[in-house]
């Protein structure tokens, strides 16, 4: 019998022999949050910090009651179904679990999760070995995804990765940062999403929505554009992003804001009418901004993205001469006739509106390049100018060894508090898998991972740290990791939240 079948025919009898009086005993089953990534990924052989992240970059380990994405995703692990995609029917049958369990039961569906990621995983042939070694399962997590094409799953897998290097902590479950070399396999030759230059707006990417999704149009002659529409997705960025491309999608947005470093994707033409505000007198006169998260969890809403979402509305009020009020920026929920709740009470429209009309600047920011005053480094560091995502002039870079030898960038803090780190550094195949940061915060250094691989070439929050007044090393890139590739060191920046 295979494994499959057999999972299958076991939990069928646990769910009978778990049975009263006819009806599931529910609460028995489902489990906190902890306990079931544990039992599922013992269950399905699959590494638990890595079925923790894939969770968390879908939905912040959050089952938004049961209730399914805008790509028609459930649960914490988002199992979509769809006219193009069968994840939750999929885990259905590898589980033996009914659908609305799957989309109620946390446990369940973290559960169902593990059985269709091991699935792509035996698809790939990883061996009982190979399972052992997260970096491994690169490929498998790229198809769980189900993008819509090569570069839209590296740029899936690439988010869950990233929350292994720096950690995450939500719902009571913790990943601590660690080092994984993320094999990507068939999806390295994939080019990353970074392309500015095709953009109407200059800091955006553009990957373009299916053409069934938007209409052509010549606005601003046909249509006068005199609105911004903010939404919130209820999906992961690149989630968002890969529906937009799926012509059953009948639905689109013209940028999409990813939440932990503010990074802009442009889909739609601002000349083109893209269907974001179910309104048709809105879709002609208006440009969607769609914003990654979810509704009622306002742990999506970061300043990297409040600040870069405002940066662009800005930019398309002066160019469009649209006003920069409340009554011309809008909520999805502002539209006639709306229907969604969407950006909702967690959206912070104070602080947006003060970062549109330019104010609300953090209180105190500085940078720090390889150039500068406070940047110390042995002389084990080159310095190159071959990338030109360089923040300034040059780079350093060194090899890894099993000693620290880290650069050193010093500031001068002025208050104890909470601060934002950002780091800057080109991206390159050679450079590090996983390259370590340093950060002197308050309670001892804590060390975050980087995979400099990808990424590069803009600003790259790495987290936000207590630090005690003072000026000392704030921020290290250490060569000690079995990351391959040279380590590099360009530019952080420490902005007082």
Known sequence: MSRVRLAALVTSVLTALLLIGGQPALAQRDLPLPAAFAKAAAAHDVPRDLLVALGYAETHLDNHRGEPSASGGYGVMH????PTTKALEKAAELTGLPPQQLKAEDSANIMGGAAVLRAHADALGLDEAARKDEGRWYEAVAKYGNAASPEMARLYADAVYEFL????????????PHEVKAERGQYEAAPQIQ????????NATWVPASSSNYRVSSRETSYNID??????TQGSYAGTISWFQNPS????????????NGAVTQMVRDKDVAWHAGNSTYNNRSIGIEHEGWVNDASWFTDAMYRSS???????????????DRTHIIGHNQVPGATHTDPGS????TTYMNYVTGG???SWTTTVDNASAGFSAGANWGTSTFSTQRYGADYRFANPVAASDPAWYQASIPTTGTYRIEVWYPDDPGYNSSAPYIVAAAGGNQTVYVDQRSGGGAWRSIGTFSLNAGTYNVVGVSRWTSGTGYVIADAVRISRL
């Open 310 to 324: 405002a940066a662009l509305t800005k930019w398309l009020c002066e160019r469009y001469g649209i006003p920069k």
């Open 79 to 82: 199992l979509v179904s769809n």
């Open 165 to 176: 290097g720096l950690g995450l902590s939500a719902k009571g479950v913790t990943v601590k």
């Open 346 to 349: 967690h959206w912070n429209w």
């Open 360 to 362: 609300g600047t953090p």
């Open 227 to 232: 609105r911004v529409v903010i939404h919130v």
């Open 195 to 202: 392309a500015l230059a095709a953009a109407d707006y200059p």
């Open 249 to 260: 999608a009948q639905v689109s947005a013209h940028y999409v804001v990813k939440s932990s």
